[in-house]
């Protein structure tokens, strides 16, 4: 038996929208290009423009890493096959499974990071893994300093699993399981 593990809908929910950040000390966030532009859909080119991203509250757990930190996370949605599951999730209970390299496990354990909470009212969201952008500069609403990355990843729910080299998850993004990889430029062979 299949058994899917589903968020709820936006209007299910109140959202909570965050940044994460190595900085304690940000009191604006400012519109800026991304780092290195990512190919987008016509008519979506300006999503490499200046923005202010935010994440919900829901998928947060992708954000709850060293900043550089290369990571690939994954969960089942409504459109993942049951051949999928199985092979991929089986009978996990977490609602995320995360994969980090070896070399960024004391980072992880000791790094402290800042999560902020931004007004909804001033962003948009991409309906894409819980992302929202806004144009314009936005004042947080609050910060607060995580200091147990670990601990925090427990809380959300999430498996973490710790790799010599994550070159081999890159089959997952062939299956129908929502797959994320962040700052995979810094993964040893990637």
């Known amino acids: 038996m299949v058994v899917l593990i589903c968020w ?38 300006w999503l490499n423009g200046p923005l202010v991203w935010a994440i919900d509250e829901l998928h947060q757990p992708m954000y709850l890493f060293p900043r550089d930190c290369p990571r690939v996370l994954y969960w089942p949605t409504s459109a993942t096959t049951p051949d999928d599951y199985e092979r991929w999730w089986g009978e996990r209970s977490c609602r995320v499974v995360a994969h980090i390299e070896w070399s960024w496990l004391d980072r992880l354990r000791t790094e402290p990071l800042h999560r902020y909470e931004l007004p909804e009212a001033e962003f948009m969201s991409l309906q894409d893994a819980g992302m929202w952008v ?14 147990d990355l670990m601990a925090e990843l ?11 080299s994550l070159v081999v998850l890159k089959e997952l993004w062939k299956t129908s399981l929502h797959v994320s990889g962040i700052r995979l430029r810094n993964a040893s062979g990637w």
């Open 8 to 45: 709820p809908k936006y209007s299910e929910i109140d959202v909570k929208l965050f940044h994460f950040s190595d900085d304690p000390n940000i009191e604006v966030f400012t519109p800026r290009p991304v780092r290195i532009p990512a190919e987008r859909p016509a008519g979506r080119e």
């Open 154 to 164: 427990r809380v959300q729910d999430v498996e973490l699993r710790v790799m010599e």
């Open 134 to 147: 806004s144009q314009a500069a936005v004042a947080p609403v609050k910060v607060e300093t995580l200091s």
